[in-house]
């Protein structure tokens, strides 16, 4: 991944650690060698961490390409989260399109609250892509409490014990 890609361990509030991808991939290839190359390092290097993950990139493709042409995300138990309206990256002809994407793991998905294309920002040709996330999911608690058995309220069989004076 030299200079494609990089990767991080992320300390989120509550203790809970994920490994974070920075990847870019080469453009007008599609799924070509050198792309599938990068798709299979980021992989291999997030879930070698054992960490749940988050890839952030510019994958210069579509999610809706990357998924239907490749099993990446899902051999990662991935799912890849975009921006459906608006576009992340200006193209030559002067319009959008969505190849600025996350991928994160399924499990941590659920605490995912919002993709956000900052519009305010030129685009160069990219626009900067945030993905927030709960903070809910980062410091919930659940506690199990078992309900008691009752002590029984029949004396066992035989004589009581002697008091000690």
């Known amino acids: 991944m030299e200079g494609r890609g990089a990767i991080a361990r992320l300390d989120v509030p509550g203790g809970i650690q994920v490994a974070v991808c ?64 608006l576009g992340t990256c200006r193209a030559a002809t002067g319009e959008f399109s969505n190849i600025d994407f996350f991928v994160v793991a399924k499990s941590i998905a659920k605490v995912t609250s919002a993709i956000e294309v900052d519009t305010h920002t030129k685009a160069h040709p990219h626009r900067p892509v945030r993905l927030q996330l709960h903070t809910l999911g980062a410091n919930a608690m659940f506690v199990t409490i078992a309900k008691m058995t009752k002590i029984p309220h029949i004396r066992p069989f035989g004589p009581l014990n002697r008091p000690s004076y």
């Open 22 to 85: 920075s990847l870019y991939l080469w453009d007008g290839q599609g799924l070509s060698a050198l792309n599938l190359g990068l798709l299979a390092a980021a992989g291999k290097a997030v879930t070698s961490s054992g960490l749940p993950f988050i890839i952030g990139g510019d994958f210069n493709m579509t999610a809706t390409d990357l998924i239907e042409k490749s099993t990446w995300i899902e051999d990662l138990k991935g799912t890849a989260l975009c921006e459906p309206v």
